[in-house]
């Protein structure tokens, strides 16, 4: 019942079934005897992680043991993160086209669509993970 709210989110095009995990904005944590707030913006690859639509399942989800500091579950969503931008940088590459352009754009386009199959795979893949580790009751595999 939780997730309903996502999946109305994934159903207007907010978010997506699989991406990196929406963050809080801060996290309290410390460092010796002090206490401080860590603000996500801060941590690196969030810019990049910006650039992927949120998900309501991904890699932290799966593989990131669950106590975690927000700020480290980057590394997991980058994974993810670098995946999608590789293959949003082989669909763009359809452009350029040489002095055969009908040839070259034919295979850029199979190219494309064989990263995106691709892409839907490893997708489903995770998906998949996760459904089945919801129904064993055991994360952190």
Wanted: proline share 5%; with cysteine.
């Amino acid at each position: 019942m939780d997730e309903l709210p996502q999946i109305w989110n994934i159903c207007v095009g907010d978010m997506s079934f699989v991406g990196p995990r929406a963050q809080p904005e801060k996290e309290r944590i410390k460092v010796g005897n002090i206490e401080k707030d860590i603000y996500v913006r801060q941590v690196p690859g969030y810019d990049l992680r910006q650039l992927v639509r949120p998900g309501l399942t991904g890699i932290t989800q799966i593989y990131a043991p669950r106590e975690v500091p927000h700020r480290h579950k980057f590394k997991y969503d980058m994974i993810y993160v670098r995946k999608v931008l590789n293959n949003a940088r082989l669909n763009s590459s359809e452009i350029n086209v040489d002095q055969r352009g009908i040839v070259r754009t034919i295979r850029l386009i199979g190219l494309t669509v064989m990263s995106d199959i691709r892409m839907l795979f490893y997708d489903l893949g995770l998906i998949v993970q996760s459904i089945w580790i919801t129904l064993r009751g055991k994360w952190e595999v």
